[in-house]
């Protein structure tokens, strides 16, 4: 299997370029040349199966060339070593749990699965990879405990001064050894640019082997779609198709979700629950692709307003619209009623949703009210729940704060420690300056 660019159909790489790169030189997305299939028995008899032969079944043909069949599987087992639970909210609406991984959010799954290709790596090209990524809150966590003291990598980290949650920086900080979290006296925006230019800037990468390690990345994006088979093991008994509800900001996740469909997996539909930053929901309903300043909200990591996955999305629709627009709408939704519906299912159901997970569920509560039809009608309908709600706890009604802060979660708060941090400002003159001394 060869990767080549959403850019030029013509530039081929290998997975581990595609890998160590992170994105081709022309710009574009790495997207594989063929899209394999699942085979229909395997589907069928999916419940025999159990995670890990799962995940081998969807990820061998995309990487089965470049890694060994039992490095594969310490991989994945290294990668789904925590639950995927699917629990009722009510008639046929699930919740996903993936905050049941060492960060409390689903971007564990992508991130370990990379380090352990990247580690794998390592050991051919015998020279150390630094993973370079600015982050708004969960991929800094997810990646620095990924990648703790796997050999030949390390981490440095960009994240905004007072940007990023109490808990979130704790995950950040906390590790030390070969993971280097900076504090930039600036916003989001400010990292972002510098880790840009830092991949474009000769001096820096001749001294470093760089590679990123966000949703663009393959080995971060292909590994998303196994939780959307385990899912499907959980409820094939009900022989029904399933709606999915992502809440989406890069559109990494649901992009994991509509690739496992063309593979082969019954998925009936997908909905993208976005925030008020509603480029896709706009683009969908007719409008001119046109991102808008981003505007913060309670679900802050989604605040992004150009999507980087989007164009592998319309790119498995060979970029028709009419197509994709049979499998995929998408909704945006208000802090108000992210927050009121919050507060609704705790009552109703005693579920504590995240302002994420939320934002899914009101996905599918939208698309039943236009759809006019009755739950019990429905085919099963799944929100994923992309974080635990104590990652956001200030961002939550004040009544529930002490339930989640009494969860056992909070006890893994209170063991975290800072531990390392190097604080910097925005220039990005002084952070090429850091980059290049330690390399002295
Ligand atoms: C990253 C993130 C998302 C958005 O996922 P994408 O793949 O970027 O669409 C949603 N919820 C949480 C909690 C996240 O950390």
């Given at each position: 299997m060869l990767y080549y660019s959403l850019n030029n159909f013509k530039n081929y790489v290998s997975f581990k370029t595609a890998v160590l790169t992170g994105l081709a030189i022309d710009g574009g997305l790495y997207f594989p040349e063929k899209i394999p299939k699942i085979k229909r028995t395997f589907i069928q008899n999916i419940k025999k199966y159990d995670n890990y032969s799962i995940a081998m079944e969807v990820i061998k043909p995309y990487i089965g060339e470049y890694i060994s069949e039992e490095y594969i599987d310490k991989i994945i087992h290294n990668t789904l070593n925590f639950s995927f639970p699917l629990k009722k909210i009510y008639e046929n609406i699930y919740v996903l749990e993936l905050f049941h991984g060492p960060t409390l959010a689903f971007k564990d799954v992508g991130a370990k699965f990379m380090a352990g290709c990247l580690s794998y790596f390592y050991k051919t090209i015998g020279e150390l990879i630094t993973v370079l990524v600015a982050t708004s809150g969960d991929t800094g966590g997810a990646v620095a405990k990924g990648f703790h003291n796997v050999s030949g990598i390390e981490v440095i980290i960009l994240y905004p001064h007072k940007g990023v949650s109490d808990l979130q920086e704790k995950q950040i900080t906390s590790l030390g050894d070969n993971i280097f979290p900076l504090e930039i006296k600036g916003n989001f925006d400010n990292c972002q640019y510098m880790v840009k230019k830092a991949f474009l800037d000769k001096e820096i990468k001749n001294k470093y082997l760089l590679t990123s390690a966000n949703s663009i990345n393959i080995a971060r994006w292909l590994p998303q779609m196994f939780y959307y088979f385990i899912a499907y093991k959980k409820i094939i008994e009900k022989n029904q198709k399933i709606i999915f509800s992502v809440p989406s900001g890069n559109f990494g996740n649901i992009c994991a979700g509509m690739l496992a469909e063309k593979m082969?997996?019954?998925?009936?539909y997908f909905i993208a629950s976005t925030n008020i930053n509603d480029t896709i929901p706009r683009f969908l309903k007719g409008e001119k692709y046109h991102p808008l300043p981003v505007k913060k909200t309670?679900?802050?990591?989604?605040?992004?307003?150009?999507?980087?996955?989007f164009s592998r999305i319309l790119h498995l629709y060979k970029n028709n619209i009419f197509k994709l627009k049979k499998k995929l709408c998408s909704y945006k939704f208000t802090d108000e009623e992210t927050f009121n519906i919050i507060k609704k299912v705790w009552s109703n159901y005693k579920y504590i949703l995240d302002p994420h997970g939320a934002i899914g569920y009101l996905g599918i509560k939208k698309y039943l009210k236009l759809q006019k039809v009755k739950t019990h009608f429905l085919e099963t309908a799944i929100f994923l729940e992309t974080a635990h709600p104590i990652k956001f706890l200030d961002k939550m009604p004040f009544f529930l704060r002490k339930k989640i802060f009494l969860s056992k979660e909070e006890k893994f708060r209170k063991k975290l420690k800072i531990k390392k941090k190097i604080s910097l400002s925005n220039n990005y003159n002084f952070f090429k300056d850091w980059l290049i001394k330690r390399r002295r």
């Open positions: 082969g997996l019954p998925i009936k309670i679900s802050n990591a989604m605040d992004i307003s150009n999507p980087s996955n």
